[in-house]
């Protein structure tokens, strides 16, 4: 058409585009340089160091860097059976070096990991090594340890050549790549990390039900009751969010735990015997009682503001149209109070998801989350980059979720005030 | 129409919220079946505290509210089989029109086929066929005021209540929708209990007027005998517009009194006073009152013009009358001959007949 295609002018001739760009302009800059700041600290504190989680939860280069030569002989070895003299050689020389610079136990350390059994050969390496004669390596080393003669070993130092790795995710799912490389699960008495997982879903899914459970009254009381009444409750939520976390969790251990004040209550009133206490912490139950109680703020404000603004009158009219009570609520009020639903279930099934010091604090064995697991790496182990895996595959079921919250109940549809 | 006398029957009704002030009192209203009656006052009158009683969403602090013969006060709204119109309209805002206007029907389990002949008819009785696939939130105003109408009646109750249902639409629509409303009344002869604060509202479409204030009935009559008859001077005052003198009974005499003001005397009808020595206050609508008047009427005095305004159809003066600063008089502009200027001193009549004598403010 005509009109598309020909370009509109402005009084003076300029093309109205480019004219609307050159006004804009100089809006666009402040815009830009207003939120400069704040897109610097994002990227500063967020993007950067989410990047370098991901790089090292894949960073394999460690190993690749101390037998540079070896692996550069390696590459026209096919594996099958033991490699020529020339990788022998090549990786005599590499292992010279790294005892020179004092490396020689990281490399033990970091083949054991892929298999067992380096560590000792290694060590024994090492001592031989220094009456080694000029040539023939292949020989010297296969007389060292009858370990050095099996092409097990040496399959699995190939193993090590890529400078990038998807093993830790592998081990955060419990399985890992044997020999043949294949894809096999761990032992089955060996499984941690996906009873962790199942445990994290569930935890989050039943608080996130808790909560929602408890804060709909609540949240409806608050959108209903007169301002005077409304804003003493509304206090009473937020309270929670004005106290700091330690204390509250510290304060449901004082409740909670065995000598505490509520089984002190139940023994009072006669509802369990005193030698016969019930265990309330260090374990699941803690968990849920101390998160749902926590959480609950972030349950209630999404749902109190999207109640706020549904009509008192529709309930009214759902009821003088004939409806019951409990119709007049179920197809008129519950539907309309979906968005924030959503919006409350979703924030407070990721905070779960991803919860530490409480589930730390009062969950025990039994109660703790893949969080902690995360932390015990970071922290005990040192294993960062396994750490940095599990991070990832967290954060990764995070938008998982969102993604499939978006698909059923679409994005737009959430309200969070 | 054979019509019940007492369809709705409010029986000695109080209402309180808080224990201590009665914003409804001693209420005793009959309502006959196919009637149009509208409850109109200023806001905190009481008149839509009425109408959720009716409607079930309040209960009466002492007497009883009769349906057709049956006591209502212990049923519960979804019982009632009430249509009503929300103040802003409370259309379902997730349910096309369509649902909303099947929702009565579906909680009354009637057959789809018969609910859809239903729905068809109430959309057509508010022209908005071919609506029904709409969301709320997609029509204009008015259309989602039609939608909340026909919800109301889609069902077939007895009665139907509306609060203020025009309260939101502009001037030419409220009027449009004050005629319609009014059609599919007389069409299909439902009773209709209307609350509004608008008097002209409430001129327009009612067969009676209840006029609220400060929790009773000051007034209930047809729309005619409340404007030319109001009984006091609320009433006086609230239904258009009015001249009043403060003053008090010097004589009453063959249906006439004579009432003293600040530096004169007028003749008034007695409508609340009784003898001498009342203090009274006399109304008279603008209209009734002459410029230039023959000799027949019995009141004649004047007055000096203190602003002219002119209204296109009329001309609005206002006049320095007996004492009374605020005397307004309404001149067609079909007389342009009369001498209306700024300053003059003109002659002003009246029949004692159309001055009332009313309760002192």
């Not at chain 1, 020179?100 to 990991?113: A, F, V």
């Not at chain 1, 005077?228 to 735990?257: D, E, G």
């Not at chain 2, 009141?299 to 206002?318: A, F, L, M, S």
């Amino acid at each position: 058409m005509s009109s598309e295609n020909k370009q509109i002018l402005t009084t003076d001739g300029i093309p109205l585009e480019v004219s609307l760009k050159k006004a804009e302009k100089k809006n666009k800059i402040k815009a830009f340089l207003l939120v400069a700041p704040l897109l610097l600290f994002i990227i500063i504190t967020y993007v950067f160091p989410i990047g370098d989680m991901l790089m090292r939860s894949v960073d394999d280069k460690m190993v690749t860097e101390m037998l540079p030569k070896t692996y550069k002989s390696m590459e026209t070895w096919d594996g099958e059976e033991l490699p020529p003299e020339e990788v022998f050689e090549a990786f005599y020389f590499d292992f010279q070096r790294l005892i020179e610079e004092e490396r020689e136990g990281k490399l033990s350390t970091q083949l054991n990991y892929t298999k067992n059994g380096f560590k000792s050969i290694i060590k024994k390496l090492r001592r031989k090594s220094k009456s080694f004669e000029e040539g023939n390596y292949k020989e010297q080393i296969m007389a060292v340890h009858k370990r050095w003669a099996d092409v097990e070993y040496w399959r699995a130092i190939k193993r090590r050549a890529p400078a990038y790795t998807y093993q830790k995710y592998l081990k955060g799912m419990d399985m890992y790549e044997n020999e043949k490389g294949e894809i096999v699960n761990v032992a089955e008495d060996r499984r941690v990390h996906r009873i962790l997982w199942l445990r994290t879903l569930e935890i989050a899914f039943f608080v996130t039900v808790f909560c929602f459970l408890m804060a709909y009254p609540i949240a409806h009381l608050l959108a209903t009751l007169p301002m005077k009444y409304s804003n003493l409750l509304m206090i009473c939520v937020l309270l929670p969010f004005w106290t700091s976390l330690l204390v509250r969790t510290a304060s449901w251990m004082i409740l909670l735990q065995q000598q505490g004040i509520v089984n002190d209550f139940f023994v009072m009133i006669g509802l369990v015997s005193d030698d016969n206490r019930i265990e309330m912490m260090f374990n699941k139950t803690g968990s849920y009682v101390a998160m749902t109680q926590i959480l609950l703020p972030f349950m209630v404000l999404p749902l109190y503001s999207v109640m706020k603004t549904i009509s008192p009158s529709l309930m009214r009219a759902g009821k003088s149209l004939g409806g019951t009570p409990f119709i007049a609520f179920w197809k008129v009020y519950f539907p309309l109070t979906i968005p924030g639903i959503g919006a409350g279930c979703l924030l407070v099934f990721i905070l779960a998801i991803g919860y530490y010091i409480t589930p730390a604090l009062v969950g025990g064995a039994s109660g703790t989350l893949i969080s902690n697991q995360i932390a015990f790496h970071m922290k005990s182990t040192l294993d960062w980059s396994f750490a940095s895996a599990m991070g990832l595959m967290l954060l990764s079921g995070v938008l998982v979720i969102y993604w499939l919250y978006n698909k059923l109940v679409g994005i737009d549809n959430i309200k969070l005030g | 129409m054979a019509s019940k006398k007492d369809f709705v029957k409010f029986d000695k009704v109080d209402k309180s919220y808080d224990g201590k002030i009665l914003v409804v009192k001693d209420l005793q209203l009959d309502i006959a079946e196919g009637e149009f009656i509208t409850m109109l006052g200023p806001s905190g009158s009481g008149k839509t505290t009425c109408l959720m009683m009716l409607a079930g969403f309040e209960t009466p602090t002492n007497g009883e509210i009769y349906l057709d013969g049956n006591a209502i006060s212990s049923i519960p709204p979804h019982k009632r089989g009430i249509g009503m119109v929300f103040q802003n309209y409370a259309l379902f805002p997730h349910m096309t029109v369509y649902e909303n206007l099947a929702f009565p029907l579906r909680v009354r389990k009637i057959p789809k086929d018969e609910a859809d002949k239903k729905i068809d008819k109430a959309l057509s009785m508010v022209s908005l066929q071919g609506f029904a696939a709409r969301m709320p939130g997609q029509l204009s105003g008015g259309q989602q005021q039609r939608v909340a109408v026909a919800r109301s009646l889609v069902f077939d109750p007895q009665l139907v209540l509306m609060d203020e249902p025009l309260g939101a639409l502009d001037k030419n629509l409220r009027e449009s929708m004050q005629y319609e409303i009014k059609h599919i009344h007389e069409s299909i002869g439902v009773t209709v209990v209307y609350v509004t604060h608008d008097q002209s509202e409430a001129l327009t479409m009612s067969n009676r007027i209840a006029v609220f204030n400060d929790g009773k009935v000051q007034q209930l009559s047809s729309p005619d005998e409340l404007y030319e008859k109001p009984v006091n001077s609320f009433v006086a005052e609230f239904i258009g517009e009015n001249n009043t003198f403060a003053g008090e009974v010097s004589d009453i005499s063959d249906g006439r009194c004579k009432v003293k003001l600040a530096n004169a005397e007028i003749l008034a009808n007695p409508i609340s006073v009784k003898g001498k020595g009342e203090k009274t206050t006399v109304s008279l609508r603008p209209e009734r009152a002459l410029i230039n008047p023959s000799d027949k009427m019995d009141n004649i005095h004047n007055g000096k013009i203190e602003e002219v305004i002119y209204h296109g159809d009329h001309t609005r003066v206002r006049i320095n009358l007996l004492g009374n600063p605020e005397f307004i008089l309404k001149i067609p502009n079909s007389s342009s001959n009369l001498d209306i200027k700024l300053g003059n001193e003109i002659k002003i009549g009246w029949n004692s007949g159309d001055a009332r004598a009313l309760d002192p403010k």
